[in-house]
């Protein structure tokens, strides 16, 4: 295991670390992971910062990239990422706001996952992965159950859907965007049946205040800005972000 991350430091941030941005926001956006995790060195630089910050269960996400010196996705030189690109055509659409490229760059740039913004980002797993094949986390031998992404699975992912529904329950987000995988994947978080919509491969569901929303990665193949842009005015026709 690398010297500079105790057991307990990387238990806490896998049960305990969320996501980004403002959990009072009325849009939450859900992921089946984060992405990353290249090398051990980068996943050692994301929990030990996560640590030092406090072992928050929400982060500032600039400040946080900052921290471990990804400096990729926010300042004048920021790329655009895709899978955020593309989460933000949605909000943007569902507000109302031109969602063009730039558009959605500039949000990324200037105010995605801040604390007191309307957007909060939110992982089913806490740890980065590159690729679903990649499995870095056998390396930290000082917790069995990381031996493997099966055994991670069984013995964390219960608990994470438990964590996230009761999040989303106390803060009422308005609508909830789950994304990656089968709708199927998504059921114990909204602790109901997904039905199907206009939209092709786009589920939803309602629980308590909330609408919730399962629908394709937003980097899986075929998918055009446009199909992205038509769940945000599907969002914003349903009247939970007005």
């Not at 295991?1 to 941030?13: N, V």
């Not at 980068?42 to 910050?53: F, H, L």
């Not at 009761?166 to 990656?180: A, F, M, T």
Request: proline share 5%.
């Amino acid at each position: 295991m690398p010297s500079t991350l105790t057991d307990s430091l990387i238990d806490a941030y896998i049960k305990t670390f969320v996501g980004f941005g403002n959990p009072d926001g009325r849009y939450w956006f859900v992921g089946m992971e984060q992405g990353g995790g290249t090398t051990i060195p980068e996943i050692e630089a994301r929990i030990t910062v996560w640590g030092d910050r406090g072992h928050r269960a929400f982060e500032n996400l600039a400040e946080y990239c900052d921290a471990f010196d990804n400096h990729a996705w926010f300042g004048a030189g920021a790329k655009s990422q895709p899978t955020w690109r593309q989460l933000i055509r949605i909000y943007l659409a569902a507000e109302g706001l031109p969602h063009s490229r730039q558009d959605a760059l500039d949000f990324q740039k200037a105010k995605l996952g801040l604390f007191d913004g309307g957007v909060c980002l939110a992982e089913l797993s806490s740890l980065p992965i590159r690729r679903t094949a990649d499995w870095p986390y056998a390396a930290f031998d000082g917790l069995p159950y990381l031996a493997s992404r099966e055994k991670y699975q069984r013995t964390v992912a219960p608990a994470r859907v438990s964590l996230l529904r009761g999040l989303i329950e106390r803060h009422e987000p308005g609508v909830v965007v789950c994304y990656g995988s089968s709708y199927q994947r998504w059921n114990g978080l909204a602790g109901c049946a997904f039905e199907s919509t206009p939209i092709r491969s786009v589920y939803l569901a309602q629980t308590g205040t909330s609408v919730v929303l399962v629908i394709p990665h937003p980097v899986a193949h075929g998918l055009s800005n446009e199909y992205f842009a038509e769940i945000g005015r599907f969002i914003r026709a349903r009247g939970k972000c007005d």
